[in-house]
C-alpha cells in the first residue's frame, strides 16, 4: 500500500515513524510548504522518491492508496 503524508512537521514524523514498521506499506511522498520539514523525515526513511510544497502536486502526481493527513488543524 502506497502512503503520502501530508503535513511533516511533528505528527508527520511521528506518523511516518509508525507507517514505516507496518508490514506492505511504503511511504510513497511527502507533501510541506517547508522543505525542512520533509527533509527531516525523508533523513529517517530511505527511498520517498516524491516531495512536494504544495500537496495538490502529491495528490495529483503520485499514484497512492492513502494518505495521512498531519498538517495542522488549523489547515
Known amino acids: 500500500m502506497k502512503i503520502g ?3 511533516c512537521g511533528a505528527l508527520g514524523l511521528v506518523h511516518s515513524q509508525r507507517l514505516r514498521t ?3 506499506i ?3 511522498g511527502l507533501s510541506d510548504p517547508f522543505e ?3 527533509e ?7 527511498n520517498i522518491p516524491a516531495r512536494y510544497r504544495d500537496y495538490r502536486d502529491l495528490l495529483a ?4 492508496d492513502a494518505v495521512c493527513i498531519a498538517s495542522p488543524d488549523a489547515f
Open 22 to 24: 507496518l508490514p506492505n
Open 40 to 46: 527531516r523525515i525523508a533523513s529517517t526513511i530511505e
Open 26 to 28: 511504503e511511504i510513497a
Open 36 to 38: 525542512s520539514n520533509m
Open 5 to 7: 503524508i501530508i503535513g
Open 61 to 64: 502526481k503520485v499514484k497512492l
